[in-house]
């Protein structure tokens, strides 16, 4: 392996496979020859999409495994379509990469009872071998923390989202528990983005200024709407009144963060490469040794970025053994155990 696999729970799936597969000219080990993996991918209109299916798409063939890529286009009747082709075609395993979790719960567990290893990519599925996903449960939460704190604890804000990809949903539902405690900051309304989504943002977001003046947050459920709500907040002058938080892993969105008449923004960036590549060695696991011991949940890198001071707006994760904290809280106190 070229990389350093970062996640302790991805190590213990990408373990040696020396005692039954063959080995290349460039030291892999050919654990997928004669066998088919599938990706089924929700759309490859973004960054986190298409450079996370192309790791998954070299992690497997360096490893001897036919890929067949699908591409629905964002349309979910279509993404069900290709899981189930795949499934027909006899594949030994299906990473499905993005999209609608509830519309493949059913044809997950399909899979599971005809025998073929599915992997989600960005949702957790009732019939999968296992799932990765950047942490967006912690991620929903710092970002709202962020904006309690840049919205001073009170204010309007609205969503922008596409309903039904899972861990969207995850992200504002987390935002929204912590918003429980602080009932002055209060939803104007949430709006499902069509077609072009930074056109879509940004007509949206102008409609709501019109509506609401004194708005003072905009959550932007996935990357590119969130540009489109900037640029409106911009245009209008309100780059000191209303914040912006979002997710993704894309470039234009880090290119608007990073102007100097940005409005303050914080996004949940991910690591597509990772994704890709924690999805296709667990795919490789599962299909190599089966299910047992395999993790069911596992978070790739989880990236909080803000154009402001990072270490302020967000909080640090401290990971730690008993013996790391007992020496951390009872300084010079014996421990009860070695």
């Not at 990809?165 to 405690?181: H, N, P, S």
């Not at 890709?276 to 040794?289: N, P, S």
Request: net charge negative; with cysteine; glycine share 10%.
């Amino acid at each position: 392996m070229k990389r350093v696999i970062m996640s302790l729970l991805v190590a213990m799936v990408i373990i040696s496979f020396s005692a039954c597969a063959p080995v290349n000219a460039a030291g892999v080990e050919q654990t997928g020859e004669g066998k088919t993996v599938g990706i089924a991918n929700f759309h490859l209109v973004n960054d986190w999409c298409t450079y996370s299916s192309g790791e998954a798409t070299d992690y497997l063939e360096a490893r001897g495994y036919t890929v067949i890529n699908t591409n629905a286009q964002g349309n979910t009747s279509q993404h069900v379509r290709d899981v189930e082709n795949l499934m027909e075609r006899g594949v030994e395993g299906i990473i499905i990469a993005g999209g609608e979790g509830r519309a493949h719960r059913e044809l997950s567990i399909q899979a599971k009872n005809a025998g073929i290893k599915v992997i989600g990519m960005e949702m957790y599925l009732p019939g999968a071998s296992s799932g990765v996903a950047c942490d967006n449960y912690t991620g929903g939460v710092q970002i709202a923390q962020f904006m309690v704190n840049r919205m001073g604890g009170e204010g309007k804000y609205f969503v922008l989202d596409s309903p039904g990809w899972q861990t969207l949903e995850i992200r504002k539902r987390m935002l929204e528990a912590v918003f429980v405690d602080f009932p002055d900051i209060v939803s104007v309304g949430e709006y499902e983005i069509v077609g072009d989504p930074i056109t879509s943002g940004y007509d949206t977001t102008r409609a709501v200024i019109r509506s609401h003046p004194d708005l003072k947050g905009v959550v932007s459920t996935w990357g590119l709407p969130g540009i489109g709500a900037a640029m409106a907040i911009q245009e209008l002058g309100l780059e000191n009144q209303i914040v912006v938080v979002s997710a993704d892993s894309d470039r234009p969105v880090l290119s608007k963060m990073a102007e100097e008449d940005s409005p303050y923004m914080a996004y949940i960036g991910q690591d597509p490469r990772r994704n890709g590549e924690y999805a296709a060695a667990l795919v490789d696991r599962a299909i190599t040794h089966g299910d047992e011991d395999m993790p069911r949940m596992v978070f790739a890198p989880t990236l909080m970025v803000s154009n402001h001071d990072t270490h302020l707006d967000f909080p640090d994760i401290v990971r730690m053994n008993m013996r790391d904290l007992w020496d951390r809280v009872y300084i010079g106190e014996e421990r009860d155990f070695d």
